[in-house]
């Protein structure tokens, strides 16, 4: 059971926009800078978004991202096929004194 | 070029030990606060433990506390884990990745990761 909450699955249609949640708590989305990852299978985590909403270069700004309270948020317009792959959302727990990431979200382009 | 390149997995009974290592390129190593994270087959990350850019601090997670054990080698340009009392559940791909600048959390470099089995 991961410690942030994000839904095991999203889909939409290429061109639509998607967003993938990420709910946590006070001690950790709540007082922390959000992460967001981007996996292909077989592949090496990628850094889509840090610090709630920053992209880092190279980075298409058709990724975004947004915190509200102790809940984040991963958009993507313009949906490719080759978006197809697990994203992650990750942060600090103060609590915990610990990182903690949330289970993923498999995102399918139909 | 930056790079992070981990080795060091290997298949181990349950109870045995390994030490993994991290060999770091491309940037000034020293100036970074570094993490493992884990990834066990068919699941999603899960956090290991970080050190900060000097070792003096360092953060484990529950699940390998007491067991496993973070350390770098600057002038080696290096990251190792420790890892004693394996047990089953510690069979997983192993990533080494480097933290943003200034931040204790957040990564932005990962290596290729170093597969642990641990099985009898």
């Known amino acids: 059971q991961s410690v942030l909450t994000q839904p095991p699955s999203v889909s939409a249609a290429p061109g639509q926009k998607v967003t993938i949640s990420c709910s946590g708590s006070?001690?950790?989305?709540?007082?922390?800078?959000v992460s967001w990852y981007q996996q292909f299978p077989g592949t090496a985590p990628k850094l889509l978004i840090y610090?709630?909403?920053k992209r880092p270069s190279g980075i298409p700004d058709r990724f975004s991202g947004s915190k509200s309270g102790t809940s984040a948020t991963l958009g993507i317009t313009g949906l490719q096929t080759g978006d197809e792959a697990d994203y992650y959302c990750?942060?600090?727990?103060?609590?915990?004194?610990?990182?903690?990431f949330g289970g993923g979200t498999k995102l399918t382009v139909l | 070029e930056v790079q992070l390149v981990e080795s060091g997995g290997v298949v181990v009974q349950p109870g045995g030990s390994l030490r993994l290592s991290c060999a770091a390129s491309?940037?000034?190593?020293?100036?970074?606060?570094m993490h493992w994270v884990r990834q066990a087959p068919g699941k999603g990350l899960e956090w290991v433990s970080l050190?900060?850019?000097?070792?003096?601090?360092?953060h484990y997670a529950d699940s390998v506390k007491g067991r496993f054990t973070i350390s770098r080698g600057n002038s080696k340009n290096s990251l190792y884990l420790q890892m004693n009392s394996l047990r089953t559940e510690d069979t997983a791909l192993y990533y080494c990745?480097?933290?943003?600048?200034?931040?204790?959390?957040?990564?932005?470099?990962w290596g290729q990761g170093t597969t642990v089995t641990v099985s009898s």
């Open positions: 990745a480097k933290a943003l600048p200034a931040r204790l959390y957040g990564m932005d470099v």
């Open positions: 491309g940037f000034t190593f020293d100036d970074y606060t």
């Open positions: 050190s900060s850019w000097d070792g003096v601090r360092t």
């Open positions: 006070s001690s950790n989305v709540g007082s922390n800078y």
């Open positions: 610090d709630n909403n």
């Open positions: 990750g942060t600090w727990d103060s609590s915990l004194s610990a990182g903690v």
